[in-house]
């Protein structure tokens, strides 16, 4: 299994950027695809963006897409969510999520390890 901490949360306004961060450690990180969900106050968590284990693949959310970028550096056990042109609905604890297999699956019950989240506040 692989242990997930994810760091980088915090408020920001309408319009600005952060980038959230989640690092692993125990068995190999590159064998792992990774995730990045989220979950808003009264809301399923859901996907929002997935990539593959070199990093070749990408995957979003309609509601993220040309906004944020998933990367990951197999080299550091970490995978980055570069978020731009926030909006207050991307509000939500944002979770890393890590899973063994072959594809990207967009629910979350398909994932086998999740981080502790944290949490993005966007303010209008």
Not at 24 to 43: E, I
Not at 101 to 110: E, I, L
Request: glycine share 14%; charged share 20%.
């Amino acid at each position: 299994q692989v242990q997930l901490v994810e760091s980088g949360g915090g408020s920001v306004q309408a319009g600005g950027s952060l980038r959230v961060s989640c690092g692993a450690s125990g068995r190999s990180f590159s064998s792992y695809l990774m995730g990045w969900f989220r979950q808003g106050p009264g809301k399923e968590r859901e996907f929002v963006a997935g990539i593959s284990r070199s990093g070749d693949r990408t995957y979003y959310a309609d509601s993220v897409k040309g906004r944020f970028t998933i990367s990951r550096d197999n080299a550091k056990n970490t995978v980055y969510l570069q978020m731009n042109s926030l909006k207050p609905e991307d509000t939500a604890v944002y979770y890393c999520a890590a899973r063994s297999g072959t594809y990207v699956y967009r629910t979350h019950g398909d994932w086998g390890q999740w981080g502790q989240g944290t949490q993005v506040t966007v303010s209008s």
